[in-house]
């Protein structure tokens, strides 16, 4: 089981962040999950595994809660200090934890990642026209409209799906200030080229890291990169506080002005230093963040063991390809993609169906893109014929389920589907 590098100072040893009850180490489990995996892709169709799994449907995600006895003692801890938010102790520990947890300087916690992106958008002061991916959830684009800023679409490249960096600089004019790119599924963008590319013109970078949590490159978080990276705990990501996101930052200084503006720009009692908002998290939320961190590398392993059963299972399909993984680091597979390509038997929209009828629901994120909506199809970067390469992606792409109890009858039942549409 990974230890946090740091250990920080308030509630080091406080009984949230004891081990689970009853935890097998990560490997073991691990290991155990990937020959259930094996045997049952191996054994084919399994009566008894299909009835079980048809009896409700699957989706895309579940989201994974720990065992309530956990979450009761720091919750009674609420009820006696009466300390709700405005950065209270389980806010300040979990920032600690994560802090630790992930090997990045500094964590700023957020109610949601979109009041985070909004957020990270005003610290950094950015003015004019934005460098950004059209092949995201809507949300990466919203915070640049809320913040009277410009989109400027870029297409993605064809391996990672990740802002193309071969692209950016035609893009870049005298109102660019910033580039905002995603790290897409969690695979992490190229992000030494982006940061060539930011010097050389002066811009500023901020990471849509919603699916990168506990992602790492070459060694270290990839949150390290850019000027500012911003995480989603929604419930539908890797590691949810119900709702809940945070900022990433180098330096105690940016921290500071970021936890100002998350609290109405608030500098003391009387003073405000900008136009914040409340983007504050409240006890509830970190507290759950606390145990759920208890948790993670059990939930990274099985996350792991299916994503490798789908591999496997999927591997000489025709016409299917999975998304490689980015080869430097370590994945949180937070999703599972699959492009639905011309020699597969039928089109995307047809096995979306087909496996929706099985009560199979997996989703076509990202389609639309976000260039695609209305309040952004107008402007001149949202061409589809310009961002080629997004358009191919969002019209082949199918996000099939992945989450820490899905069971291993379902991933081979949902195999075998796509074996045989
Ligand atoms: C989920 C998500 C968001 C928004 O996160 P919230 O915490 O729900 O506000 C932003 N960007 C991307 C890429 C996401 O997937």
Not at 2 to 31: F, K
Not at 273 to 297: T, W, Y
Not at 316 to 328: F, Q, T, W
Not at 373 to 395: C, G, I, K, N, Q
Request: with cysteine; proline share 9%.
């Amino acid at each position: 089981m990974r230890t946090a590098p740091l250990d920080p100072t308030p509630g080091a040893d406080a009984p949230a962040l004891a081990a689970p009850p009853g935890a097998l180490p990560v490997q073991e489990t691990l290991r155990r999950l990937e020959q259930e995996f094996a045997r049952v892709l191996a054994s084919g169709p399994d009566a008894a595994g299909d009835a079980e799994a048809a009896a409700g449907p699957v989706y895309v995600t579940r989201p994974f809660l720990p065992p309530l006895e956990e979450f009761e003692p720091l919750l009674r801890q609420i009820w006696q200090t009466r300390i709700l938010t405005n950065g209270g102790p389980f806010h300040q520990e979990l920032e600690a934890r994560l802090s630790g947890h992930l090997g990045v300087p500094q964590v700023a916690l957020f109610n949601n990642a979109t009041t985070a992106l909004i957020m990270a958008l005003r610290a950094l002061d950015l003015t004019g026209e934005v460098i950004t991916t059209p092949y995201s959830f809507v949300a990466t684009s919203h915070a640049l409209l809320w913040s009277g800023l410009t989109p400027v679409f870029v297409d993605i490249d064809p391996v990672t799906l990740n802002l193309d960096p071969a692209r950016i600089e035609a893009a870049i004019t005298p109102r660019t200030s910033a580039i905002l790119p995603v790290h897409c599924y969690g695979q992490p963008c190229d992000v030494d080229a982006i940061a060539e590319i930011a010097d050389r013109h002066g811009l500023k970078v901020i990471y849509d890291a919603a699916h990168a949590f506990g992602v790492r490159h070459r060694g270290a978080s990839v949150l390290n990169h850019g000027d500012l990276s911003v995480l989603s705990f929604h419930a539908t990501k890797v590691f949810n506080t119900f709702e809940g996101g945070a900022i990433v930052c180098a330096d105690p200084a940016m921290k500071d002005r970021i936890d100002k503006l998350k609290n109405f720009g608030f500098d003391d009692e009387t003073s405000v230093i900008g136009v914040g908002l409340n983007g504050k998290m409240s006890e509830l939320n970190a507290a759950l963040g606390l145990v759920q961190l208890r948790h993670i590398d059990t939930v990274l392993a099985r996350r792991q063991a299916i994503d490798a059963t789908y591999r496997h299972g999927l591997r000489d399909i025709p016409g299917i390809r999975c998304l490689d993984r980015a080869g430097e680091g370590t994945a949180n597979y937070a999703y599972f993609p699959i492009l639905v390509g011309p020699d597969y038997p039928i089109g995307r929209e047809a096995l979306y169906d087909a496996l929706k009828r099985d009560g199979i629901h997996p989703r076509r994120y990202f389609h639309p893109l976000i260039s695609d909506h209305p309040m952004y199809r107008t402007l001149p970067s949202a061409r589809r014929e310009d961002l080629p390469v997004a358009a191919m992606a969002a019209d082949r792409v199918l996000c099939l389920p992945i989450y820490p109890d899905l069971d291993p009858a379902t991933v081979a039942r949902i195999v075998r589907r796509i074996a045989q549409p």
